[in-house]
Nanobody
Framework: QVQLVESGGGLVQAGGSLRLSCTAS????????MAWFRQAPGKERAFVAG????????TYGDSVKGRFTISRTNSKNTLYLQMNSLTPEDTAVYYC???????????????????WGQGTQVTVFS
């Protein structure tokens, strides 16, 4: 099972940008679909974006389409989330997640992921 560590969170003014990174251990990262989820205070964890194992197919939650971009560099075992035009509604803890099986598609359900990072806080102020 991969182990995941997120970084890049922080405090940013509305309209600004941040790039999150998620570094994975192990040799199977390049074979797994990956995703970003977020959880705001008092809300359930929500799907943000996902990417297939080779990086050719991406999926986004409706609230971030056109503003966020997910990408990956398999040679570096790293997943990214570029976040632009941030709003206070984007404030949350952001988690990266990996699907368990190899070479399968992204899922928007958190229950289909079996490896999670510890999360990184993103706070957007107006």
């Amino acid at each position: 099972q991969v182990q995941l560590v997120e970084s890049g969170g922080g405090l940013v003014q509305a309209g600004g940008s941040l790039r999150l990174s998620c570094t994975a251990s192990g040799r199977t990262f390049g074979s797994k679909a990956m995703a970003w989820f977020r959880q705001a205070p008092g809300k359930e964890r929500a799907f943000v974006a996902g990417i297939n194992w080779i990086g050719h197919s991406t999926t986004y939650g409706d609230s971030v389409k056109g503003r966020f971009t997910i990408s990956r560099t398999n040679s570096k075992n790293t997943l990214y989330l570029q976040m632009n035009s941030l709003t206070p509604e984007d404030t949350a803890v952001y988690y990266c997640a990996a699907r368990g099986d190899l070479y399968i598609d992204v899922s928007k359900s958190e229950y289909d992921y079996d490896a999670w990072g510890q999360g990184t806080q993103v706070t957007v102020f107006s």
